[in-house]
């Protein structure tokens, strides 16, 4: 260790710079901590031999049970990749792979195990709920009824708004679509003129015995097959 003063006057070491610990203090949250487990363990141990099952005892800061007000999107969850410790997939104690609970350290293999554990009363006591629910007065119940029925009102409007963009929005794919067959309709007219044009251009410039490349064939393979013409022999 070096005996070189700091910058500051004071003596300095090689590990000066780590971070000191109040050993008193850890040492004494250790205490605690194990006192807590062994005062659970034998709360889950009474609970077992009476017939029960354990649920963490309240301390007085618990709240009333209130509806969830955010819906779960599993279907955003398909498809996607999760990396999980090794040895996570024995049991529901810990993280592992499948639905995990923060508060209360589980891992559920399905969204309908997890779904009952969020309503259990192991889980509401752990996220400091009482598993107790308030019973609404009839002021309370109007003043629901009141914002569902302006929600529902919103949620209308919305939607009429979303049929006239969706309506705006098909008229003008419909004008689109009128309009490309209208562009191939006259390229297709004014190819054929510029065809019959050369045509009529060709026999000007050489006669009428010319021969224009298409005009003939439907005579050439009569002639081939050996028909002149389907006329009639009988006189008149």
Not at 10 to 24: E, P, S, V
Not at 81 to 89: D, E, K, Q, R
Not at 162 to 184: G, N
């Amino acid at each position: 260790m070096s005996n070189k003063g700091s910058a500051y006057g004071q003596a300095a070491g090689d590990t000066d710079f780590r971070k000191k610990y109040d050993l008193d203090e850890y040492a004494a949250k250790a205490a605690a901590r194990e006192a807590a487990e062994k005062e659970e363990r034998k709360a889950r141990w009474e609970a077992k031999m009476a017939g029960k099952k354990y649920y963490k005892p309240m301390d007085g800061t618990e709240t009333l049970t209130t509806a969830r007000n955010a819906t779960q999107d599993f279907s955003k969850l398909v498809g996607t990749t999760s990396l999980v410790p090794a040895g996570a997939g024995v049991g529901k104690r810990g993280r592992g792979a499948g639905f995990y609970c923060e508060a209360c350290d589980l891992t559920f293999k399905d969204n309908l195990q997890w779904l009952e554990h969020t309503n259990s009363m192991q889980h509401q006591r752990a996220v400091g709920a009482t598993g107790q629910v308030k019973k609404a007065t009839a002021e309370e119940v109007h003043a629901r009824i009141e914002a569902l029925w302006q929600r529902q009102q919103e949620l209308k409007r919305e939607q009429v708004i979303s049929l006239q963009e969706r309506l705006e929005v098909r008229k003008e794919e419909e004008e689109r679509e009128r309009e490309e067959k209208r562009r191939k309709r006259k390229e297709a007219e004014e190819k054929k003129r510029l065809e019959k044009e050369a045509v009529l251009k060709a026999k000007t410039d050489y006669g009428e015995d010319v021969r224009i490349e298409g005009e003939h064939d439907e005579d050439d393979m009569m002639a081939a097959m050996g028909f002149t013409g389907f006329g009639t022999t009988m006189k008149k």
